[in-house]
């Protein structure tokens, strides 16, 4: 029996909907890479049963050591939250959002690609070569949770709520620089900031002040500062021009589901929330949410499950093992074997199969 050099040690948590099946998918599209891999690494599982049936049963989204249990593991894989008998926000703030901020994950990167085999509503794509990523403030912003409702004693039509949005600038800062140390490593070097500084005149303020002294220290890079609504019509009208898109929580949020919507489907899209510092363990997961429409009926997409996963192996510095992962999702949407948000027929077995086979 071969002993593998490093094995990673995974917390698995499909939590709700078909993060169940995406996760079980990406699971075992790893574990063939991994076996295929010489000895050279190998995963050691953990799944965890957190989400909205475990809330059900116990009150909670996850356990109250949830965190401590979580802290010693390379990684996180995580599929989706939501489901219909919970409140969003006790679902999203109970798991995923307590993972992302008590481990500090403050860069969000999700990446749009436009794969080959998928229509795309956006013409421009059927003849130009289209692909950036949007960078995430992931760790503040209009997320940041500052706020509360009081004075519901009123009576109806009384009560009040107050949302704040915090901006730091350790947060803009150290996000702006994760941009565009990626940008140096794109064919092109183009950073765009996204704002709303003509409207919000004190965080987006900061935001644009921070972006432009730190973009004097990228001379090579070439930057732009544009509004958030000018660049939503950007990524529609003239999304050629764009490369890395770095942009508030928010904002970001917004911008990459209309990005991966604009590639063919939220079904592809991956997502990495990293502790670049590595202080914690960074989570790896799927756009797409938990769907309970299509939940337990093998419709639910993979892909997005599985590109996530070839953000960890870039994480966990196993670029080519990525890129082959990458190379046989491009396969499997080129042969046309696709799921049925993307026009197909297949099922989540048979594009995990297809994506296992094109791994050959």
Excluded at 90 to 110: E, P, T, Y
Excluded at 137 to 142: L, R, T, V, Y
Excluded at 237 to 263: K, Y
Aim: with cysteine; net charge negative; hydrophobic share 45%.
């Amino acid at each position: 029996m071969t002993t593998a050099s490093r094995t990673f040690r995974i917390a698995a948590i499909p939590a709700d909907g078909v993060g169940k099946e995406v996760v079980a998918a990406g699971r075992a599209v790893l574990d063939v890479l991994a076996a295929d891999s010489g000895g050279a690494f190998a995963f050691a599982w953990e799944e965890f049963p957190w989400g909205c049936e475990y809330y059900e049963r116990t009150g909670t989204m996850m356990d109250e050591d949830g965190l401590d249990r979580l802290k010693d593991f390379d990684a996180v894989y995580f599929g989706a939250v939501g489901w219909p008998t919970v409140p969003d926000h006790v679902s999203l703030w109970g798991l995923r959002l307590r993972i992302c901020q008590n481990f500090d994950q403050w860069a969000n990167v999700r990446p749009v690609h436009f794969l080959p085999g998928v229509l795309s509503p956006l013409r421009k794509a059927d003849d130009t070569d289209l692909d950036w990523v949007v960078v995430r403030e992931n760790s503040e912003g209009e997320y940041a949770g500052l706020g509360g409702r009081n004075l519901s004693a009123r009576g109806r039509g009384g009560e009040v709520a107050v949302q704040s949005a915090l901006f730091t600038e350790t947060g803009c800062e150290r996000i702006m620089r994760f941009a565009f140390d990626l940008a140096r490593t794109r064919t092109r070097r183009k950073v765009s900031s996204v704002t709303k500084s003509n409207a919000q005149q004190y965080g987006m303020v900061l935001w644009d002040d921070v972006f432009k002294r730190v973009a004097a220290d990228y001379p090579d890079v070439e930057t732009e500062s544009v509004l958030v609504d000018a660049m939503s019509a950007k990524f529609v009208l003239h999304p050629e021009d764009l490369s890395v898109v770095v942009a508030s929580n928010l904002n970001a949020d917004i911008l990459s589901d209309l990005g991966s919507a604009l590639a063919g489907s939220l079904g592809l899209a991956a997502s990495a929330n990293l502790n670049p510092e590595r202080r914690f363990p960074s989570m790896f997961e799927p756009v797409h949410g938990s769907a309970p429409d299509i939940a337990g009926q093998g419709l639910a997409n993979p892909i997005g499950a599985v590109g996530s996963a070839a953000l960890m192996l870039d994480h966990f510095g196993l670029p080519d093992q990525a890129a082959r992962l990458e190379r046989a999702i491009e396969k499997t949407t080129a042969a046309g074997i696709l799921t049925r948000d993307v026009g197909g027929t297949a099922t989540t077995e048979g594009v995990t199969k297809a994506l296992i086979d094109a791994l050959g």
